[in-house]
């Protein structure tokens, strides 16, 4: 089946430390996106990257990097420069085109830090 | 600015009922919206979406609609059933400043269907 995997489910850190968010796809996009999501909020755009090699900060970046070394990977590290961590991330993935394609998400990893 | 607003945080309708979800966008140059539904916990799925050159598009059981000139678009959810609650996003599919694009999302409507 094709899709969008994220690993873990649930990830709980102590303050100070780094944690990195695996987002897998196998759907050939070349675009993928990380999203956070804060209780009874709407999804605010972290990084988004449109090709290998390549990614742009979107609303929400500081405290976040990421990296996409593979078409098909684009993992999230959450650093401890980031003060409120704790949220719900969500990681998607689109076609890129002449015309706009809708995202497809990811379960979503739930991460608590305390 | 770009943003993308909903007239109600939540919708509480019985089962079998219609539902009308709305939402009020802002940038006059967004040419791509799309709903989607979240259950608690899960990652958002698409439902449906609609290009800015039409007003209505139809799916099952749903009707999305797009009013230009008063930058507003609608998801009409017929004959609600209980496995329709959830919370309703619309998102808007924007140009940033480096030309790339991105959907800008509004916070939500949360669906209650009552038997």
């Known amino acids: 089946d094709g899709g969008i995997t994220q690993s873990p489910k649930y990830l709980f850190r102590k303050e100070g430390q780094n944690v990195t968010l695996s987002c897998e796809q196998n759907l050939n996009h070349d675009a993928m996106y990380w999203y956070r999501q804060d209780p009874g909020q709407g999804l605010r755009l972290i990084y988004y990257?449109?090709?290998?090699?390549?990614?742009q900060k979107g609303d929400i970046a500081e405290g976040y990097s990421v990296s996409r070394e593979k078409k098909e990977s684009f993992p999230l590290t959450v650093t401890s420069a980031q003060k409120n961590p704790t949220a719900f991330y969500l990681c998607?993935?689109?076609?890129?085109?002449?015309?706009?394609?809708?995202?497809?998400f990811g379960p979503g990893t739930r991460l608590t830090v305390t | 600015g770009e943003s993308v607003g909903l007239h109600l945080p939540t919708l509480s309708v019985q089962e079998g009922d219609n539902s009308i979800i709305n939402c009020a966008y802002s940038?006059?140059?967004?040419?791509?919206f799309i709903w989607y539904k979240q259950e608690s916990g899960k990652g958002p799925q698409f439902i449906i979406d609609i290009r800015s050159n039409m007003d209505k598009r139809q799916g099952q059981r749903v009707t999305v609609l797009l009013n230009k000139t008063v930058k507003h678009l609608s998801l009409q959810i017929a004959a609600t059933q209980p496995g329709d609650s959830a919370v309703y996003f619309c998102a808007e599919n924007t140009l940033t400043q480096g030309g790339s694009e991105k959907l800008v999302f509004g916070k939500g409507t949360k669906l209650t269907v009552n038997p």
């Open positions: 940038n006059s140059a967004s040419d791509y």
């Open positions: 998607a993935s689109t076609m890129t085109g002449l015309t706009p394609y809708e995202q497809y």
């Open positions: 990257s449109q090709i290998v090699n390549d990614f």
